[in-house]
């Protein structure tokens, strides 16, 4: 079983800050590390999938940074706003006997107007 | 497409009961898991199928069945519900390749057992 740990827990920004927050899993035997996104009451959905070292992702003001060597991924959000708040994922892929993803607790983001 | 189905969204059971939860796709994806998620933990693997006819057992599989007859459904069974198995389930799906391929979550289902 991967240890994927996700900092912080909870996060208030202002509104129209920016903002990051960390996904730290194992480097060795590395595949790929998902971002979802996960709005209370709905279920989770997809924001990146990254797999090579030294990726970057963008999705409008949300992007994305991989570093498979030390096993870290940074999430930022330029320019929060009230829509952002929501529980953010991210998840390594497990591989081996247990197929499927191994996600982290999640960081709660609450946008503060 | 209705994308990924669960029902029901909510069920309450008493302790020893059974039941199915049930999970549908209308993507054609091979690959179905189910996941629980618990106040203060991530969502962790319960079963999962790479195909009609295969399943494997996740991270956390004691007490709970499954069987994949279709490519479209995946149900998940309780056999003898517990306390302990509290929880919101998430059926998920993705295509093969499931290493890059994102996964497309059901809205879940939010079991009590007394």
Not at chain 2, 5 to 18: A, E, H, M
Not at chain 2, 88 to 93: K, L, N, R
Request: glycine letters at 10%; a neutral charge.
């Amino acid at each position: 079983i991967l240890n994927v740990e996700q900092s912080p827990q909870s996060l208030h920004v202002q509104e129209g800050d920016s903002t990051n927050f960390t996904c730290s899993f194992p480097s060795s035997n590395f595949y790929a590390l998902h971002w979802y996104r996960w709005e209370t009451a709905k279920s989770p959905e997809a924001l990146f999938v990254m797999t090579l070292n030294g990726d970057e992702k963008k999705k409008g003001r949300i992007s994305a940074t991989l570093n498979t060597k030390e096993g870290y991924s940074y999430l930022y959000i330029k320019g929060s706003q009230p829509e952002d708040s929501a529980t953010y994922l991210c998840a390594q892929y497990s591989g081996g006997g247990a197929d499927g993803l191994t996600f982290g607790k999640g960081t709660h983001l609450i946008i503060q107007p | 497409n209705a994308g990924v189905t669960q029902t029901p969204k909510f069920q309450v059971l008493k302790t020893g009961q059974s039941m199915t939860l049930q999970c549908a796709q209308d993507m054609n994806h091979e690959y179905m898991s189910w996941y629980r998620q618990d106040p203060g933990m991530g969502l962790r693997l319960i079963h999962y199928s790479v195909g009609a006819g295969i399943t494997d057992q996740g991270e956390v599989p004691n007490g709970y069945n499954v069987s994949r007859s279709t490519t479209e459904d995946f149900p998940l069974r309780l056999l003898s519900a517990a306390p302990s198995q509290t929880s919101v389930y998430f059926c998920a799906s993705s295509y093969m390749g499931r290493v890059t391929n994102t996964q497309y979550f059901g809205p879940g289902t939010r079991l009590t057992v007394l």
